[in-house]
């Protein structure tokens, strides 16, 4: 059977659109994939990304605010790391409303309970240096008020008592007193800024020092006024002195502790969120695209499958292909005119 040139026309016009139509489903549910697949990206996966990348980083900003704290008391680290504490809570919270996996939800309970152990390390670290801080501030203010106790002292046995045999003696001792005094302070600060077990050892000498200084001059015969300051204010003073330092030493043995157990858990939660929590959400990232391949992979095929289907113009014996019709329109309708020209 011939067909004339206006069926044939006709007919290859009407594949055409017959093609065209197939082509806009697969585009028009391509579409819907992808409005879903972009929303899905938008409204969990990169927020579940930015809150576990979030967290690591108010994590190591405490860390670096509360060392810098340690170090330099500075007023403005403490707020930071106080910011920083309230921030992780919040991307945490939001981590767990996001998380879609058990696997997802186990590792943000587990960084959140590492993280209550981490804050209470670092309030605590916080508190030890306040009170390190106010325990020096005592010490330095209380060997300074024995400091100018004993100078005036020694002033007053050098002008007063002069007929007293012991004057000289006494005096030495007095200075002796002073200088042991001043080296107590010393080696208490050279101990905290470097804790030398020798630092520690020498402090306890120098206070002993003064003590026996103190009982020496309590071998002479004492007026009234000798007894009052070497008896009662000094010794008192001394023991005081003795009590303060053995807290400044304690409370600064506390904070070294509890500085590297600080650090320690700091890494380990950040081997955490990088190991773990950062690995499942950036493979989180990858469903929705790896997803849409598949899909489009999908798309192909099936559209392969009706090209392939049998369904080919075979006006002129060997046919024209639906695929050619799609992919190269100019080639299909030069073949067909040709054909047609012929008929």
């Known amino acids: 059977m011939r067909f004339t ?117 670092a309030e605590a670290l916080l508190k030890y240096r306040d009170e390190l801080t106010t325990s020096v501030e005592q010490v330095y203010e209380r060997l300074e008020a024995q400091d100018r106790l004993i100078e005036e002292h020694r002033d007053t046995v050098v002008t007063q008592h002069r007929r007293d045999l012991n004057q000289f003696a006494k005096v030495l001792i007095l200075s002796a007193t002073e200088a042991e005094l001043a080296e107590v302070g010393f080696w208490c600060a ?38 009052r300051i070497i008896k009662t204010v000094l010794g008192g003073a001394v023991e005081l002195i003795d009590s303060e330092i053995g807290q400044v030493l304690s409370l600064d043995d506390q904070i070294r502790e509890a500085r590297q157990k600080f650090i320690d858990l700091r890494l380990h939660m950040d081997r955490l969120l990088d190991r773990n929590i950062q690995v499942l959400t950036a493979e989180s990232l990858r469903v929705p695209r790896v997803r849409r391949r598949r899909a489009r992979g999908g798309d192909r095929a099936q559209y392969g499958a009706i090209s392939d289907s049998g369904l080919r113009c075979d006006c ?12 190269s329109p100019a080639t299909a309708t030069d073949a067909w005119l040709q054909d047609a020209g012929k008929g």
Request: glycine fraction near 8%.
């Open 190 to 227: 050279n101990y905290q800024r470097r804790p030398n077990p020798r630092y520690r050892e020498l402090l306890f000498t120098k206070l002993a020092n003064v003590k026996r200084h103190l009982a020496d001059y309590q071998q002479f015969r004492m007026t009234a006024d000798d007894r």
């Open 5 to 121: 040139v206006a069926t044939k026309i006709a007919a290859f016009f009407a594949l055409v659109l017959f093609m065209g139509l197939i082509a806009m489903a697969f585009i028009y549910r391509g579409l819907g994939m992808v409005t879903t697949n972009v929303q899905e990206l938008a409204n969990i996966e990169e927020p579940l990304t930015a809150s576990a990348y979030e967290m690591e980083i108010n994590i190591n900003g405490i860390g670096f605010q509360v060392l810098k704290y340690l170090a330099t008391e500075n007023p403005y680290y403490r707020e930071q790391a106080l910011q920083d504490d309230k921030d992780f809570w919040g991307f945490h919270r939001r981590y767990m409303q996001l998380s879609k996996t058990e696997r997802q939800r186990a590792l943000g309970d587990e960084i959140g309970s590492g993280y209550r152990d981490f804050w209470l390390l």
């Open 316 to 327: 002129r014996g060997d046919g024209v292909g639906i695929d050619t019709l799609v992919f």
